[in-house]
């Protein structure tokens, strides 16, 4: 069972149970479904929202449209974790159910408060012309895990000099304030950020638009998340309508951010440097973050992007979430890297240690389906050195340096089914130094590398056959040596 796309607005409540244990067992049938990724149990899963740690337990929200693989009504889905490995999903958390959200509950974010987890979201509203019309929403948590949703919009029309494109907030608190960055579209048709401010969080006031030097950046700014690190202000967002340069801004929108002084909340001034892609890859969007109880800045991220098909769509699922990953500043830059939670999934280590030249091997029990692996490369004389993954007859994925370009190359040209194909099939960044360390966390139909200990990252569904297995390791124009250990998932 599917639904038709002009049909998107139908709620799961209208549709019969027998449909939709149909459409799960289709879901479930796939040879695609992840592992060890929160994915959906049927139907579209989009923007991570609301991640953060209450009662002892990390709670996490997304966006889901239960009904089939494309963006129909959004309800808030709910999974916890108390070890950000394994996850429960707890369920539909909230519904569009009300005046301010009947099209949608869309995106935003969490603060415990008083004992409660308060939910503040976007409600997405569409008139009888189908003209989209936001509204800002509240909704709380109890110590029983009970969402209880105001019966009324805290913020119910979008701002002079702003489109309908409001949205997304990213709650903070401040001394006995609270905050929230929103994205939003100027009427010129540009994208920026705007700061909200409220003294109990039922009460928000429009603070006005966060100055960046990023005026003509863009359409639309996603998913703002502001937080600050080592005395630094640092805003992550998702601009949509970046003009590709080089090897920057591939995707069909992008997620990055800019990094520089703490924000000056009484004069809306954000001073900062250049916008930095936060993921090198194919399929990453609308990152979210939260402070663990231990300090740690955690980040998790949508493993897709809008307007793009994925394979498994015929199987009436898409998209999943990134694994969670652990925020640093090295050198005026955000590292990413895994969160250390994962090592628990470790089982079967095999190493291998070689030196190649002009030369591709495989190793006995170095292969798989599921599984972590650390590679890293001496480069002596080679001019590309890298691995070739989820590799079979005539399927690979391949992550690679190329000495004369001084790239790290991401190519899944050969690595299954097609996606996005109109947004090319090879990523490249440049890299400073000698790169050795490679750390792959491959999934069933994905693939995410740390470089260099979370100096860069490439995020990528990839949809090979089950029979694709091989991991090869290769050297051209000379030598390198490599050891490389592996833990099946």
Known sequence: MELPRGKSYIRIDQVSQEDIDKLIARVNSCSWRQTFHIQPVSGLLNDPNGFCFYHGE???????????????????????????????????AIKP????????????????????????????TRDENLERHPYLCIALMDDDGNIIKSK????????AGYTEHFRDPKLW????????????????KTGCVCLLSSSDLLEWNFEGELATNLDHFGFMWECPDY?????????????????????????????????????????????????IELDRGFDFYAPHTMKDPSGRRLMVAWMGLPEIEYPSDINGWANCLTIMRDLSLRDGKLIQKPVSELQSLRKNKVEAED????????????????????????QRDALEYGIEFRAGAEEKTVIKYDAAQGKIIMDRTLSGKVIGSKYGTVRKC??????????????????????????????????????????????????????AVKWDY
């Open 355 to 378: 030196e190649i030249t002009d030369e591709k091997k495989m190793y006995e029990g170095i292969s798989g389906v599921t599984y972590e692996l650390i590679c890293e490369f001496e």
């Open 173 to 188: 608190k401040e001394d006995d304030k609270f905050y929230a960055v929103i994205g939003a579209q100027r009427t010129d």
């Open 97 to 124: 159910d009300e005046y301010f959200d009947s099209h949608g509950a869309y995106s935003g974010s969490a603060v415990e408060h008083n004992g409660n987890l308060y939910l503040l979201y976007t409600g997405n």
């Open 430 to 483: 440049q890299i400073v130094g000698d790169v050795r360390r490679f750390h792959l966390f491959v999934d069933s139909s994905s693939v995410e590398i740390f470089v260099d200990d979370g100096e860069e990252a490439f995020t990528a569904r990839i949809f090979p056959e089950i029979r694709s297995q091989d991991i090869r390791f290769y050297a051209t124009g000379g030598t390198a040596a490599f050891k």
């Open 227 to 275: 937080f600050e690190m080592e005395n630094k202000g640092i805003l992550v967002f998702s601009p949509q309508g970046l003009d590709s340069i080089g090897d920057l801004y591939q995707n069909i929108y992008q997620a990055g951010y800019v990094l520089g002084e703490k924000v000056d909340l009484k004069r809306r001034v954000l001073t900062h440097g250049s916008f």
């Open 152 to 159: 009324k919009s805290v913020l119910d029309k979008v701002p």
């Open 58 to 92: 990390y709670h996490l929200y997304y966006q889901w449209h239960p009904l089939g693989p494309f963006h129909g009504l959004k309800y808030w889905y709910h999974t916890k974790s108390i070890d950000l490995v394994n996850w429960t999903n707890v369920g539909i």
